[in-house]
């Protein structure tokens, strides 16, 4: 009985996760599509991420995640903004999940996530200007870039947040109704 019950579950997180990384596959191709919107497309394609992770565990979202990501290569034309999705939105909900159900205190979950974006922001710029052109990043904005990052990373992680909360307190209810 209690194999059949894993297995019944286990099914069940295989077919939601299959359904949410299709979603997050059209948005990623959207990518190719629509450049004005590309870093807002790669920031609603990391929602679905946290929703596998809300409807299954931890260790379905790990997998939707290398999915997600290898499937980004491979759909997106523009290398450097698969680089950018796989540094920084392809596996943004596996993060905040580990820091936020492994740190209780809100402060050091912030420092985490502080430390954790400068280390995204600069594992992105080098990899980005070994493999890129250099002069995308020489202006005079370089100099407030980190800083711009860095609030932009707190706003999304703000955003993020208010939209788990939302997907806890309503869709969520709505999608499991019998």
């Known amino acids: ?3 059949k019950f894993d297995k019944d579950i286990k099914t069940k997180y295989l077919a939601t996760n299959g359904i949410l990384l299709a979603l997050n596959l059209i948005t990623i191709v959207l990518i ?20 596998a992770i809300i409807e299954s ?23 450097l903004h698969f680089i950018v999705y796989a540094f920084t939105f392809g596996n943004y909900a596996i993060i905040k999940y580990l820091i936020e159900s492994k740190v ?13 974006s400068i280390c995204a922001f600069s594992a992105l710029y080098l990899v980005s ?4 052109d250099k002069t995308i990043l020489n202006n ?25 909360e939302k997907y806890n307190s309503q869709f969520k209810k709505m999608l499991h109704r019998k």
């Open 129 to 132: 200007t070994a493999f890129f």
């Open 57 to 79: 565990n931890i260790k379905f979202g790990s997998i939707f995640c290398v999915a997600s990501i290898l499937f980004a290569f491979i759909l997106i034309n523009n290398k």
């Open 1 to 3: 009985m209690n194999e």
């Open 32 to 51: 190719n599509y629509i450049p004005t919107n590309t870093i807002a497309l790669m920031a609603v394609s990391s929602l679905f991420m946290a929703v």
């Open 104 to 116: 209780r205190k809100i402060k050091f979950q912030y420092m985490i996530k502080f430390i954790y």
């Open 140 to 164: 005079s904005l370089t100099i407030f870039l980190p800083v711009i990052l860095i609030i932009a990373y707190f706003l999304y992680d703000y955003l993020f947040t208010m939209f788990i």
